[in-house]
Structures are given as C-alpha cells and as structure tokens.
C-alpha cells in the first residue's frame, strides 16, 4: 500500500523485456525466410551447374532437351502444377517421423559429381537422348524435389503457417484433399520461385566459372557442385555444426584422387594416365563462356585438336611440312573460307599488273585460327570477332594464329550492330567470312536474317561473304538457313565438304559453305597461284571450293524451310536443331573415342 499523499500506479513492464519478447517473436520468421531463400537458390545453382556438367558428354542442346523430356513436354503452367501435385502428394504418404529427416537429405548434393562421374562410361550405350535423361534423373531431380519438400515442411511447423499445412502427414486422401489445398498452393509457389532463380542462373553461371581469383578448381562444374552440397547440407541442417559432411568423406575423396573432370594438378594427371592409353594427351583446359574448353594432343597420329564441350572447333598437323608457313590443318574445310580471296570480280580484273588496295576482312568466329591466319599471311587487314575469350587466348598460344591481327571479344550479335550503326563501317569489308558454331549445332541466332542483313550492310558492294553451315542437310533447319541467306544475298553459291552419298540415306551431316554476293554477277573463282598456297600441300588440294550443291537441292520440296528471325523461332525449328545436334554427337563419336569425351 502506497505511503498517504501518494498515488499508487501500476508497475510497468521492463521495455527491454518487450524489445526481447518482440524479437523471439520475429527471429524465426525472419531465419525462415533466410532459409528458403538460400535453399532455392542453392537448388537452382545444383541444377544448372550439373546440366553445364553433362555438356563435355553429350553437348548443351541435349543436355537441355532431357530437361525439356523430363518435363513432359509440358508448358510452364502445366509444369507448376505437375510439380505442386507431386511434392504434395509426397507429403500425403510420407509419415513426420519420414519427413523429419528430410533436413539431411541436401548431403545426396555430395554424391551427385560422383554419380554423374559414373554414369558417363555408359554414355556411348546410353546415346546423347538417354544418357542427359538418366543422369539428370538420378541426380538433381531428386535433389531439386526434396528442396521443394523440405521448404514446405519448414514452413508448416511455424505458426500460423501451420494450418496451410494440416494434412502433412496424413495418410487419409480425404484429409488431403480437404486440408492441403494451402500446401498445394505453397508448393506451386515456391516451385515457381525455383524456376525463376534457375532461369537468372542460366546466363551467369559461365561468368562465375571463369573468375581467376583463389583456387579455380572451385569455379569448376565439380567445383562449384561440391561447394553448393556443403552450403545446402548445412542449411537443410538449419544451420547447425557441420558433423553432417562426415557423411561426404566418400565422394569427397572419390573427387579428390579419383575423378579427372577437377582441374587440379594430380586429377589432371589421373585424366593424361587414363588419356595416354587412347594415345591422346591433355595440353590445356579452362572453363570458359561457350563451354569447357580443352587442347588434346593424339600422340600417335601427331595432331592437335582444340575441344568445346562435345564438338571440335578446329585441328592440326603437329609436323609442319617443309616449305609451309603453318602447320597442315586436319580438317580442310576451313581451307575452303580462304577461296574468298579467289574471287573474280571486275575490278579484281582491270587491275591485273596493278598495285592492288590492302583488303580487309572480317572473321566471325576463330577457332583455332586457320581462316584469319591465312589472310594475314596474304597481306589482308584482318578483324576477327570471338565470343569466347579462351577460344581466342589457346588459339594463339597452341596454335597458329598470329597476333598482328585486331580482335574484337564479344557477342557478335551486339558487335555486328554496333558497326552496322557507325556509317563510316559500312560498305567496309572485301571478305566477310562467317563460321561460327556451339553446344553441338549451330546458334540459330547467327543465321537471322536480321544478322545476315547486318553482315550485308558490312559487306563492300563487290565484295563476298563465306557462311559456314554444319549440319545435317535432309533437316529443315538446313533449308532455312539456306533461304534466310538467300533472301539477303541475291547471288549465292553452295559447295559441300565431301560428295554427296549416291545412295538415299536417312542423314546427310556435312559442312556447306555458301559464297554470296550483294550483286547478281555471277560468282566464279581463278585459279590458285603458287603463293595462294603459302606452301601448304592442303591448300594445293582443296583451296578451290569443290562438290557443288546444285541450286535447285533446297528447292526440290524434301524439306520444309522458313526465314530465320530474331525472336521468332520456331518450335519445328528448335526441334530440328536439336535433332541436328543429336546427329553431331554420332558423328564426334567416331572422330575422337567415347573415353576422350567421357574423361573430358
């Protein structure tokens, strides 16, 4: 009882009591959304790191149409609800105790390179549709579904989220149906979220692999695969001590000593002991923006190949002929792009016995130089656009591409457009020669009429552009192409790389070099002098393009053919890319062993 004369007043609660009441009210909220944010992220970056793992196997555009495959060839609205019915029906038949261990299942993240490791001897069984399907299958849509899982169940055991979730595990349908529409609704939910994060990661993961800083290996696919298992092992354990990665002692140490796809020293040495018994050997690799780039020596047959993924960007002779300038390329067609300078034009006539003009040319895509390094060798200004700034550095380091040449690193897309929009660019080039090729096909892309008309606008009026096509003609990609360049250029020539079969056959997979002209006057070549050869015995073979693809071959109505435009692809198109990528895989199988692939 308060003393007389004053008043009594209740006691007040402690302000920091309320502060702390407040805060342990909002913490796990707050942990809860760290939490699925993080673990969505990690489930993305596990995805799209191991479909970019299977790419040296079976190239990137199967391994995106086993995505596609597994999918069910549903649409994005069909997929959200395939994903939801699927997740919540997992929790219909799982029992707490079950799904109370769903928090260590992220540790299946450390098996995952190992398993993928495995599975890539049995690709040549499995073939470039099955084997993408099976090994995503058995690896990153299990990991992908139970992130889903445990997203969901975390969220349950917090109120008031928890009556969204009645029904978790119940095994009465009837509860399902009648209390789990707020988990049908949460799934889907967060299944979109996943497929947004996998659709931002998709572009950037490659920027991420070609960082320099600290260890590299770590910026490897395996690399990066082992560093988001331990990340998610230990969010999925809510954050506790790390006593789950003791589990991962196995794959770890299978990825360590056993496993040549790490770009370490002594796993480097496990691939060139395994490489060596196939009579190849590892020169260089490096992750890089169009995929794993690698320079592979055959010991045996001396040559030099230089590797993207699952196809080959180029090849040459490691014994330079006596007399030559360059080491002899394996593949002439690239000999083929140099009959540019063979053209016969009127101007190229009247000044016979004259001081000619320097020419320039523009390059599309370098390879392993062989194109550019004989127009510089001719005297020609030579610019040479490259996306892949790996591609242009081992060019020039294990092969024969000279540096006195001005290089351009960049999407030649937005390159191309650049010089199409300075006027003092136009009309610049004498040659133009344009091959370009990755992920097992050629980028669609490249072939638009949109970036054709932009290459024209380059192109000096008597001048001649060299488009590269690889692929399988009978396919209506091919046709496309085809009348997409033809739309632009009114005069065109086509030659193949070898004669065409005699016999009907259900493929026709080849290089087609189409030579075009902004002018209808008729396309024809000299013949080669002594110097055009720059002492190379191929050139003296095959510099003077041969087989000629008759004009009416993409006329005769076998395949279906439409303009090429940006944005407006297809999906008979893409199909057929993909179908041509399919043919790719074969034909590189026969070219280089399954182990050299397998191996990377």
């Not at 073939?127 to 990991?143: A, D, E």
């Not at 990755?438 to 949109?450: D, H, K, S, V």
Request: proline share 5%.
């Amino acid at each position: 009882m308060a003393p007389r004369g004053q008043r009594a007043y209740a006691r007040a609660p402690a302000l920091t009591q309320n502060n702390d009441a407040h805060r342990k009210t909002l913490w796990p909220y707050v942990r809860l959304l760290f939490t699925t944010l993080a673990s969505l992220f990690l489930a993305a970056m596990s995805a799209e790191v191991s479909k970019l793992s299977m790419s040296p196997v079976y190239g990137s555009i199967p391994s995106i149409a086993s995505l596609d495959w597994l999918r069910g060839g549903l649409k994005y609205d069909q997929r959200y609800i395939a994903m939801i019915v699927s997740v919540s029906l997992a929790k219909m038949f799982f029992s707490k105790r079950t799904l109370g261990l769903s928090k260590h299942f992220a540790i299946w993240g450390f098996f995952v390179p190992s398993i993928q490791s495995g599975l890539y001897s049995f690709s040549g069984k499995l073939g470039p549709i099955w084997g993408p399907r099976t090994t995503y299958l058995l690896t990153s849509v299990p990991l992908s579904c139970f992130s889903l899982l445990h997203i969901v169940i975390l969220i349950a055991q917090i109120s008031p989220f928890a009556p969204f979730a009645e029904g978790v595990a119940s095994h009465s349908l009837i509860h399902f149906g009648g209390r789990g529409l707020g988990t049908l609704l949460l799934t889907g939910t967060m299944y979109h979220s996943l497929a947004r994060i996998k659709t931002y990661l998709a572009n950037r993961l490659p920027m991420i692999m070609m960082l320099k800083f600290g260890t590299h290996a770590v910026f490897s696919r395996f690399g990066l695969q082992t560093v988001t298992a331990l990340l998610y092992t230990q969010l999925a354990a809510s954050l506790e001590r790390f006593n789950l990665i003791f589990i991962a002692i196995l794959p770890l140490l299978h990825l360590a000593f056993v496993c040549p796809h790490l770009p370490l020293s002594y796993n480097t040495h496990v691939l060139n002991s395994t490489l060596r018994a196939e009579g190849y050997s590892m020169v260089a690799r490096q992750e890089s923006l169009t995929g794993y780039i690698s320079v592979l020596d055959n010991v045996i047959a001396g040559y030099r190949v230089m590797r993207c993924d699952h196809s080959l960007l180029g090849g040459q002779y490691l014994n330079k002929p006596w007399g030559s300038r360059y080491n002899e390329p394996v593949y002439t067609i690239f000999l083929t792009l140099e009959a540019v300078r063979l053209l016969q034009t009127k101007s190229s006539e009247s000044q016979q016995g004259l001081t000619s003009k320097p020419k320039h040319a523009l390059v599309i895509g370098v390879g392993i130089g062989t194109a550019p390094a004989a127009l510089v060798a001719h005297g020609v200004h030579t610019t040479a656009i490259e996306i892949d700034p790996v591609v242009h550095d081992f060019a020039t380091k294990y092969f024969d591409l000279p540096q006195n040449h001005s290089s351009v690193i960049g999407d030649a897309i937005n390159v191309v457009s650049d010089m199409q929009g300075a006027r003092r660019m136009r009309n610049t080039y004498d040659y133009i020669i344009h091959d370009v090729f990755t992920g097992g096909a050629e980028p669609i892309n490249l072939f638009t009429r949109e970036f054709i008309m932009g290459l024209s606008d380059l192109l000096r009026p008597d001048g001649i552009i060299a488009i590269n096509y690889a692929g399988d003609l009978l396919l209506p990609i091919a046709t496309s192409v085809v009348r997409t360049v033809e739309s632009v250029f009114p005069k065109c020539r086509l030659f193949r790389e070898s004669p065409q079969p005699k016999a009907l056959e259900a493929t026709d997979y080849t290089n087609m070099v189409m030579f075009c002209r902004k002018s209808l006057e008729a396309i024809t070549f000299r013949d080669p002098l002594e110097a055009d050869f720059l002492g190379s015995p191929a050139r003296r073979q095959n510099l003077k393009p041969q087989h000629e693809i008759p004009a009416s071959y993409f006329k005769a109505g076998r395949q279906k053919g439409e303009i090429l435009r940006r944005g407006q692809i297809s999906s008979e198109m893409q199909k057929s890319t993909m179908a041509s990528a399919a043919g790719h895989w074969y034909l590189m199988r026969t070219v280089l062993p399954d182990v050299v692939w397998e191996n990377w």
